[in-house]
């Protein structure tokens, strides 16, 4: 009888020890779980931003159409066409633009955005035939969010269903997620990266025109 007693005496303490191994070994577990969740997000903007950067990498052999020429080293657009374009429209097409005769002012300076009775000063740079402005602050004037990876230099802009992403020292440009043409190269000024305002505003549904009684540009919702 005394030797059934602790058969069973051990038979329990070996159970309560396997019982209380495997707890720990799950809380062991718990925790590398969390460490790996941990590493994977730590860096979750670096990866986006190299993710953003491979988007211009790797296409040397792809085409914007089959008229258009190369997309050359997977930056730019080689502009051959001859049709012109619009300071206040993206045609969404190769262009050539050198001329800014048809501006509405020739210097860079500080011109006001009118939509919905609403203004707001933005520096603007004539150039090649477009007006350029600062992505991330015309994109905050309407309504849009817009995110700046540093590294890349690529300015991410997303309004609803609508996606923008621009890298300075190109004149690409995806378009909810279509690598498209722009009519002149963005840059990166005074720490912003600067588009022309049809790209943008065009992409998030506004037609551009000059009011030269007001000097200012007049954003109407298409």
């Given at each position: 009888m005394k030797s059934k007693m602790t058969k069973w005496t051990l038979l329990l303490c070996m159970l309560l020890f396997i019982t209380q191994t495997g707890t720990i070994a799950s809380a062991d577990d718990d925790y590398e779980d969390d460490e790996e969740w941990y590493e994977r997000h730590e860096h979750e903007d670096e990866e986006r931003e190299y993710e953003e950067d491979e988007y211009w990498e790797d296409d040397a052999e792809e085409s914007y159409n089959e008229n258009a020429p190369a997309y050359e080293n997977g930056t730019q657009y080689e502009s051959t066409a001859t049709q012109g374009s619009f300071w206040n429209l993206w045609t969404r097409e190769l262009g050539s633009t050198s001329t800014n005769s048809?501006?509405?002012?020739?210097?860079?300076?500080?011109?006001?955005?009118?939509?919905?009775?609403?203004?707001?000063?933005f520096y603007m740079i004539p150039q090649n035939g477009q007006l350029l402005v600062p992505g991330e602050k015309v994109a905050a004037f309407l309504g849009a969010t817009s995110h700046y990876y540093q590294q890349s230099r690529i300015l991410e802009i997303n309004k609803?269903?609508?996606?923008?992403?621009?890298?300075?020292?190109t004149n690409a440009v995806y378009e909810n997620m279509v690598k498209t043409p722009m009519p002149i190269q963005a840059f990166y000024y005074e720490k912003s990266v600067y588009v022309p305002i049809s790209v943008i505003a065009n992409a998030l549904g506004y037609r551009v025109s000059w009011d030269a009684a007001k000097s200012a540009i007049i954003l109407q919702e298409i």
């Open positions: 048809n501006l509405p002012f020739q210097e860079a300076k500080e011109v006001s955005i009118e939509l919905n009775n609403t203004s707001e000063l609803e269903q609508e996606e923008l992403i621009v890298r300075a020292g």
